[in-house]
């Protein structure tokens, strides 16, 4: 099973210059709790606005850039490459960004674990639409903000109709 794992507003927005665009540690350790034990694929800004492996997973950056090698991090130089070493390891994937690479891996994708931020904020990055003639909602749970999580929003699961 390939998943795509996303925190998006309510435009679809994920980042801008390259950072997220909210402090929700409620959706932090949502993520750390779907992806650890499991191979995550990113593109090579998203680690870098990581900053660091993420730990107990494998972490596999794609990258078209040959020159340049850091500990902790499987370089890959295409998707399928990256879907070949993944699927190596694991029968769960999970796919973490950024706009480029889920542009390019939601045809490729079985579910989408989606954080839907209940906000309108100034993105230069997208999430795809999410087609409702191809996915289905299966899931969802509301959380209200609080004093360490700025803004309301939902964990959403969808599937493929
Ligand atoms: N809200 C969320 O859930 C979420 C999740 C992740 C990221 N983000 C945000 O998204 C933004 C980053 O997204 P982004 O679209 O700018 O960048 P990205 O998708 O993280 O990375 C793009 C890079 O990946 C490599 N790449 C992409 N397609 C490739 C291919 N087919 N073959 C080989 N390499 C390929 C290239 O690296 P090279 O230039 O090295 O060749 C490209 O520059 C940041 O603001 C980040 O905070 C948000």
Same mark, same amino acid.
């Given at each position: 099973?390939?998943?795509?794992?996303?925190?998006?507003?309510?435009?679809?927005?994920?980042?801008?210059?390259?950072?997220?665009?909210?402090?929700?540690?409620?959706?932090?350790?949502?993520?750390?709790?779907?992806?650890?034990?499991?191979?995550?694929?990113?593109?090579?800004?998203?680690?870098?606005?990581?900053?660091?492996?993420?730990?107990?997973?494998?972490?596999?950056?794609?990258?078209? +850039?040959?020159?340049?090698? /850091?500990?902790? &991090?499987?370089?890959? #130089?295409? *998707?399928? !490459?990256?879907?070949?070493?993944? +699927?190596?390891?694991?029968? /769960?994937?999970? &796919?973490?960004?950024? #706009?480029? *690479?889920? !542009?390019?891996?939601?045809?490729?994708?079985?579910?989408?674990?989606?954080?839907?931020?209940?906000?309108?904020?100034?993105?230069?990055?997208?999430?795809?639409?999410?087609?409702?003639?191809?996915?289905?909602?299966?899931?969802?749970?509301?959380?209200?903000?609080?004093?360490?999580?700025?803004?309301?929003?939902?964990?959403?699961?969808?599937?493929?109709?």
């Amino acid at each position: 099973m390939t998943t795509i794992v996303v925190a998006m507003g309510e435009k679809n927005g994920i980042g801008f210059d390259n950072r997220l665009l909210w402090h929700l540690p409620k959706d932090l350790k949502h993520f750390k709790e779907i992806t650890s034990g499991h191979p995550v694929i990113m593109g090579r800004k998203t680690y870098e606005s990581i900053g660091k492996p993420l730990p107990n997973r494998t972490n596999i950056v794609v990258s078209r +850039k040959t020159d340049w090698f /850091e500990e902790g &991090i499987l370089i890959v #130089g295409s *998707i399928k !490459e990256a879907m070949k070493f993944a +699927k190596k390891i694991d029968e /769960e994937i999970f &796919i973490i960004g950024g #706009g480029k *690479i889920y !542009e390019q891996t939601l045809d490729i994708t079985d579910r989408l674990e989606v954080t839907l931020v209940k906000a309108e904020l100034e993105a230069d990055t997208y999430f795809p639409k999410i087609d409702p003639k191809i996915w289905k909602k299966t899931h969802e749970t509301s959380h209200e903000k609080d004093d360490k999580n700025q803004y309301d929003f939902c964990f959403q699961t969808y599937e493929r109709i």
